[in-house]
């Protein structure tokens, strides 16, 4: 099975550890949404950010950030994830308009694609997450009697536990194309959780499914480890990511797909910066240069 992080309950589930990294993806969506050229628009994510106590003071609006984009953290690195979520809503909403309507979010955090998206009708989001983290979501979602727009399943269950059996018994169908998130994810894996991760949804998935995932460079891992974005990320929040992700060499995920059956690509963010005319753009020492996303499609029927 796959390890994870461990579980919580309430907002401990996400105040320590990986979780609190779920946070600061929605503050950085937060800020993202009131920009005035805002790449994706989440009017969900700073209720999070303030029903938090481990994120009670972060900014979740560009006034609140001085510096601007200039700001390794909350412009920067924020910017990455407004990018980040721009290219995945627009890689879920092809692949729904073109036939699948099963969609699983793997480690789905603080996601809010459910209530955000404009769904085609007969769409079903499946969000695999801990316990506490989706008991949190729920909780700031409810008191903003927030309703989604695609039927929308909760399955708190950790990856290191029987996720597989728990979809099945929510009522997914491996027969039908499906369209599969594991956003911000894998990095935080052992290699053999990510390849069992891989090989389950392989085996999960029928003919016009499609995967998306986010993968970052063995050599880039500890190459940047003193950039700002780093260094600004620990001092400042008290996250060490470098400490979060697993330094093991990291299998070929997209070759591996490849092998069987699936169409793979392989992309660098800043092909998207350059595509929107906006995001991050490369820098000196910059611990964003090996990220890679991946965009798969298959099995081949």
């Not at 480690?107 to 989706?134: H, I, K, M, Q, Y």
């Not at 929510?170 to 053999?192: C, I």
């Not at 190459?223 to 330094?247: E, K, Q, V, W």
């Amino acid at each position: 099975m796959i390890g994870t992080s461990s579980r919580g309950t309430g907002t401990e589930g996400v105040d320590g550890g990986v979780g609190v990294t779920a946070l600061l993806v929605a503050a950085a969506r937060a800020i993202e949404t009131h920009r005035d050229d805002a790449l994706a628009r989440d009017v969900y994510a700073e209720h999070f950010v303030r029903a938090a106590s481990a994120s009670a003071g972060w900014p979740v609006h560009p006034r609140q950030v001085p510096d601007g984009e200039a700001d390794p953290l909350w412009g920067r690195f924020a910017r990455y994830f407004g990018l980040r979520t721009r290219v995945l809503d627009d890689f879920v909403l092809r692949s729904v308009h073109t036939g699948a309507r099963q969609v699983v979010l793997l480690g789905a955090g603080l996601d809010t694609r459910a209530f955000r998206l404009d769904w085609p009708s007969g769409c079903v989001v499946f969000e695999v997450d801990r316990e506490g983290v989706l008991a949190f979501k729920h909780e700031v979602l409810d008191g903003l009697a927030a309703a989604p727009g695609a039927a929308r399943v909760p399955l708190p269950v950790d990856l290191r536990d029987d996720w597989v059996r728990a979809l099945h018994d929510a009522g997914f169908d491996p027969a039908a194309p499906s369209v599969w998130l594991a956003e911000g994810l894998l990095f935080y894996l052992p290699p053999a959780a990510e390849t069992y991760l891989i090989d389950r949804v392989d085996r999960l998935s029928g003919a016009g499914s499609a995967l998306a995932f986010e993968v970052k460079l063995d050599e880039d891992l500890l190459a940047h480890r003193d950039s700002p974005l780093y260094t600004a990320t620990a001092r400042r929040l008290g996250i060490d990511l470098l400490a979060l992700f697993d330094r093991e060499p990291r299998p070929d995920s997209a070759g591996d797909l490849v092998g069987r059956g699936w169409s793979a690509s392989v992309h660098s963010p800043y092909e998207f910066t350059r595509r929107f005319g906006r995001g991050p753009w490369p820098e000196e020492n910059d611990a964003l240069a090996g990220n890679r996303w991946v965009f798969a499609t298959g099995p081949r029927g």
